[in-house]
């Protein structure tokens, strides 16, 4: 399947999230790991951007400290939904044009800082 790609100007925009949130699903799946959960995958994004008035700093900022696949989460990384990180990671090469690593890629370049 063929995604979108966006630059990172462009990812506070609904296609941006219908897109990547159409990568993780099919990414999930092609993994054999989808969960029903995933269907609401960044769901509260395009909520917050019309609540908050399109300000994506702060709509990316508070989605990172609450959503469990990012390793900002305020519950500690223990508890992390490690699965769905590596479901995030893996896919953002596909709609993101400054993600272009793999999961394992992602991994090691975090590690190694």
């Known amino acids: 399947m063929k995604f979108k790609k966006f630059e ?4 506070s ?7 990547h949130w159409l990568a993780y699903n099919y ?3 092609k993994l054999g790991v989808w969960k029903i959960k995933y269907i609401l995958h960044d769901i509260e994004k395009p909520w917050l951007m019309l609540l ?6 702060r709509v990316q900022k508070w ?17 992390m939904d490690i699965e769905a990180t590596l479901i995030d990671w893996e896919c ?3 709609t993101k044009e400054a993600a272009p690593k793999t999961a394992l ?3 090691n370049m975090i590690y190694e800082k």
């Open 92 to 94: 953002s090469r596909f």
């Open 13 to 19: 925009g609904f296609s941006y999230w219908f897109w």
């Open 105 to 107: 890629e992602t991994y």
């Open 27 to 29: 990414t999930a799946k």
């Open 63 to 79: 989605h990172r400290e609450h959503a469990d696949h990012h390793l900002e989460y305020r519950k500690g990384m223990l508890n």
């Open 8 to 11: 990172p100007k462009d990812k």
């Open 52 to 57: 908050w008035r399109n300000d994506y700093s």
